[in-house]
């Protein structure tokens, strides 16, 4: 017997020994606070994250604040325009290791945990694009802000269904390896900008 | 290379080796420590999480109800995605999938994203004995490696070092960094040092090897929760990926996702949410690993879903909050235990996939505890661990006794040692008196079968004689 009917056939003894109840369960609500993008910012900021909250018009003057020295990668159909980046064509890990920082858009951000969600849709790119480059820079638009978990699931969905992955991001990369005390930087962008438009 | 667990000594002589070390104790003391307060703190920040913890236990269940069906599936989802689905009976099994894949291409090296279920079949010695190097990219687990050490921890695998060890170790092993002097035990040096040392790698990788927190059934989506950034890098960068499911590993669909990524992070590092969570269907087509396998394992797992009270241990999402909150963990340390699952929730896993009446070291586990129950009360999923540790005390005494040599007694000598070991301390005796009342409660009402049998359970007195007596001044007042 193959090693995949042999387990479905163990799976099928065990739950034959036990009474399957039918347990019906729901999904408890997330929270509900009363200024959804000022939890964002308040939440994203928490975990070391630069957050600069601008006005539509003034979201150019202050990606160039933000922007460090060196060569910038963006994925196709970025928002905004970003002056001399490189727009990403199959760079290798090697060539995205030497740029400065990567800009892209968002799917979702969510306000209780202070979580950027990318679905890797236009305007966010393929997933080692946000992972190699050492600072992101990532614009988010307060309609995009929802409150909890729980929202932004359906919204992601679509995404999902497709076959796209996603990548949630809270905060830079950190460890709480030694002595269980977070430390921020370690393989993925050690600086994160959130720019929260709107 | 790390260690392995093979012919550990049962877990009474561990703990007692365990509890002798202070240098351990008082590591393990500070960072259960902490990651309980933290806990404590964003736990607190939740109104309804008793809600939560209900929905979480109900989801797994209805997950494991129809288990069948849903890695049908799963399989069937995660194929038309464009991965190629394997089933694995035990650890050979899979062990050899996973060297197979990587010998098709040639490869002799992978990195590895930390995983407890890759740590289980011990997929790092067996592709070692195939000629091929596995690289751990968790920091802890680096430090695992790097020291030849064992994982103590399911989440933290080196709790049981403190920054200056885990820079001796560095000072010692870790090899290609630009300035190995400059190195202090600052964890933010020590966290650049393992950036640097493992850039080259990441960048170079040809293939990963991971496992996967959930595996949603509906969509065939695979999801891994991680924080340092080097998940991200083994399931993106390299050209293939093999990541190594247990079945338990199922929720049925996207939605229920939703109650499991507000658990797991508050209950596990003490966080909101946790820095990286990554998903991913199959192949994504231009982005990330274009070679995606993944291995259905059982190993064990159909036993313990056979097993009545046990099978709700099959509902944990490894956490590792009942680790943190054991006063017997907090003493003696991972390593007692003598598997890669250590803790309350080890001490009922072991048992469950691997039988009991077969290993004395397996056996041993269920009476690593004190009854106290802050293991249940923690638990995201609301496994109650210490109903299935006295129905487990039972089975290990039936199998013993059937067995006629003797066993019956033998396991009670297991028993008392590990008493002593525990109470050997003031402070742990008076923790330990007051367990004992909680304990014999939930014994009686379980039913401890094959103990009972031949005797009663002693009543714990509503007052323990130490509080007896300090209550009332030595019996005076
Ligand atoms: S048994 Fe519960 S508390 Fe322990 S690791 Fe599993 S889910 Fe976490």
Redesign the pocket.
């Known amino acids: 017997m193959s090693a995949r009917d042999e387990i479905l056939d163990r799976v099928r003894a065990a739950l034959g020994a036990v009474s399957t109840s039918s347990t019906t369960f729901g999904h408890p609500a997330g929270s509900s606070p009363d200024d959804v993008v000022a939890l964002f910012a308040e939440r994203v900021a928490d975990y070391q994250a630069t957050v600069v909250r601008c006005p539509p018009d003034e979201l150019e003057a202050a990606l160039r604040d933000a922007l460090p020295a060196g060569r910038i990668v963006v994925p196709d159909a970025l928002s905004v325009s970003v002056p001399h980046a490189v727009t990403d064509d199959r760079l290798t890990p090697f060539e995205l290791d030497a740029c400065a920082a990567v800009v892209t858009d968002c799917a979702v951000g969510i306000a209780e945990t202070g979580t950027i969600v990318l679905d890797h849709g236009p305007g966010q790119g393929r997933r080692a694009i946000t992972l190699v480059p050492d600072v992101h820079i990532c614009i988010v638009r307060a309609d995009q802000v929802v409150a909890d978990v729980p929202d932004a699931m359906p919204r992601l969905a679509p995404a999902v269904r497709q076959g796209r992955p996603l990548t949630w991001i809270s905060g830079p990369s950190a460890t709480s390896d030694i002595e269980l005390s977070r430390v921020e930087g370690v393989h993925g962008p050690r600086t994160l900008v959130v720019l929260l438009v709107g | 290379m790390t260690s392995t667990f093979v012919g550990m000594p049962k877990f009474p002589v561990a703990a007692r080796e365990a509890l002798a070390n202070t240098q351990l104790r008082s590591n393990l003391a500070h960072a259960t420590a902490t990651i309980r307060d933290k806990r404590a703190r964003v736990v607190a920040e939740v109104d309804n999480w008793e809600e939560l913890r209900l929905s979480g236990a109900a989801i797994k269940d209805a997950a494991l109800a129809s288990l069948d069906q849903h890695l049908v599936r799963l399989e069937a989802r995660l194929t038309a995605a464009g991965a190629e689905v394997r089933w694995a009976r035990d650890a050979d099994e899979a062990c050899t999938i996973v060297a197979e894949v990587a010998q098709r291409h040639g490869i002799d090296e992978v990195v590895k994203v930390k995983s407890m279920v890759t740590q289980e079949i011990g997929l790092n010695e067996a592709l070692q004995e195939q000629g091929i190097s596995a690289w751990e990219t968790d920091l802890a687990e680096l430090i695992v490696q790097l020291g030849d050490d064992l994982p103590s921890h399911?989440l933290v695998p080196a709790i049981h070092r403190n920054r200056a060890e885990i820079l001796e170790i560095f000072q010692r092993r870790m090899q290609g960094l630009a300035s190995p002097e400059e190195l202090t035990d600052d964890p933010a040096v020590l966290a650049g040092a393992a950036r640097e040392h493992l850039r080259q790698k990441f960048l170079t990788a040809r293939m990963a090897v991971s496992g996967a927190n959930f595996a949603v059934a509906e969509t065939g989506t695979l999801v891994v929760v991680e924080s340092e950034g080097n998940g991200r890098m083994c399931l993106t960068l390299p050209e293939v990926l093999v990541s190594v499911v247990g079945i338990e590993k199922v929720v049925p669909t996207w939605e229920d996702l939703d109650v499991f990524l507000r658990l797991l992070p508050r209950?596990s590092t003490g966080e909101r949410m946790n820095p990286y969570t990554s998903t991913w269907t199959g192949v994504t087509p231009g982005d990330g690993p274009q070679e995606v396998v993944v291995v259905l394992l059982d190993n064990g797992r159909t036993r313990a879903l056979a097993d009545q009270v046990g099978r709700q241990?099959l509902?944990?999402?490894?956490?590792?909050?009942?680790?943190n909150s054991c006063p017997v963990y907090e003493r003696v340390g991972g390593h007692a235990y003598g598997s890669v699952y250590p803790?309350?929730?080890g001490a009922i896993l072991n048992p469950l996939l691997k039988g009991v009446g077969v290993d004395e070291q397996v056996d041993s586990l269920p009476y690593a505890s004190s009854l106290c129950g802050a293991?249940f009360e923690?638990?995201?999923?609301r496994?109650d661990?210490p109903s299935v540790l006295v129905d487990l005390r039972a089975q290990v005494v039936d199998a013993h006794r059937a067995k006629r040599w003797g066993g019956v007694p033998s396991m009670q000598t297991v028993a008392m040692k590990g008493a002593a070991a525990t109470f050997r301390s003031g402070r742990r005796l008076r923790l330990a008196e007051r367990f004992a009342r909680l304990g014999t409660g939930i014994a009686a009402r379980v039913g401890a079968r094959a103990w009972t049998g031949s005797r009663d359970l002693p009543r714990a007195p509503r007052e323990s004689f130490r509080a007896w007596w300090r209550r009332t001044d030595g019996g005076t007042r």
């Open positions: 399911i209950s241990a509902r944990c999402i490894r956490c590792s909050a009942c680790l803790g309350p929730i293991c923690v638990c995201p999923v496994i661990i």
